[in-house]
């Protein structure tokens, strides 16, 4: 395996070679975000985006067939979340091994366990998951629907994309366990972030108790980490909205991610 100065060679000569004439059609059309950023955003992008497909792993389920549009457009919405950091730096979701792709919504198990301790087995169709790796192992997975990575991705204002989502879910355990707090500087970060998000969560959830409008998706409700997902969901397609509704939780979101989707340059 090559170390970190190894890697930092490779990646720097993979990225000397031109892109390839069908990412830019591909992003294009899957990714509405391409289009809103910057000559240098959009740049940074495709590095992101080459690195990334070089270094993961991807595998078709249920005898599908990967293909080229699959990984460039899967890739390009998970580094929107990485755009502001320094491709040749950057750990690209260090505890997911591979990504997964079904055609179309899948069944998966799903087990709850009632108040009189009754366990309840069944199955439930989903979009996506995120599996992450034990420890510090590298063998985490994450799981995605096809059909709805291009559907989220042609519609970048409706709050919506699953390849978002999950990805905020593996940065939010990359470094212990998942519960809606991604690693951040310092104490200090993390007593901010607290407050912001558990009052924000709160609010969300008296929203969906009473059956309110929400910006945010009402999902989101479940725990904190599903609010993050959300969250970051509502911060990439609809940055204007949310730094007009939840001021707070915005300056939060762009603190962490490094960038505002609703405009302005890197950093």
């Known amino acids: 395996m090559l170390g970190w100065p190894g ?16 990412w830019t059609p591909f992003l294009l ?13 959009r740049s940074r992008l495709l590095d992101h985006a080459r690195l990334f497909v070089a270094e993961k792993r991807f595998e078709a389920a249920l005898g599908y067939q990967i293909t080229q549009e699959m990984r460039v457009t899967i890739a390009a919405q998970a580094c929107l979340l990485l755009l502001a950091e320094d491709p040749i730096r950057t750990r690209y979701f260090p505890r997911i091994r591979s990504i997964i792709v079904y055609p179309n919504t899948y069944s998966a198990p799903v087990k709850s366990t009632g108040p009189a301790g009754v366990v309840t087995e069944g199955r439930n169709w989903r979009a996506g998951e995120a599996w992450h790796g034990v420890g510090s192992g590298v063998d985490g997975y994450i799981v995605l629907s096809w059909a709805d990575v291009r559907r989220g991705g042609a519609n970048a204002h ?3 994309n699953v390849v978002l989502h999950e990805f905020a879910h593996a940065l939010d355990g990359e470094f212990g366990s998942v519960e809606g707090a991604p690693m951040l500087k310092d104490k200090a970060e993390y007593r901010a972030w607290a407050q912001v ?25 479940q725990s904190p980490a599903e609010f993050f ?39």
């Open 7 to 22: 890697k930092k060679t490779r990646r720097r000569k993979l990225l000397r070679r031109p892109v390839e004439a069908e």
């Open 29 to 41: 059309r899957n990714v509405a975000q391409f289009a809103q950023l910057y000559t240098e955003q």
């Open 158 to 160: 409706d709050g919506r």
């Open 197 to 221: 998000f558990q009052r924000e969560f709160d609010v969300l959830r008296a929203a969906a108790a009473h059956g309110e409008p929400t910006l945010l998706n009402k999902y989101g409700a």
């Open 229 to 267: 997902a959300v969250a970051t969901e509502a911060y990439f397609e609809q940055p204007r909205q949310m730094k007009q509704m939840h001021p707070e939780l915005f300056g939060q979101l762009k603190r962490y991610y490094g960038w505002d989707p609703g405009g302005g340059g890197l950093g």
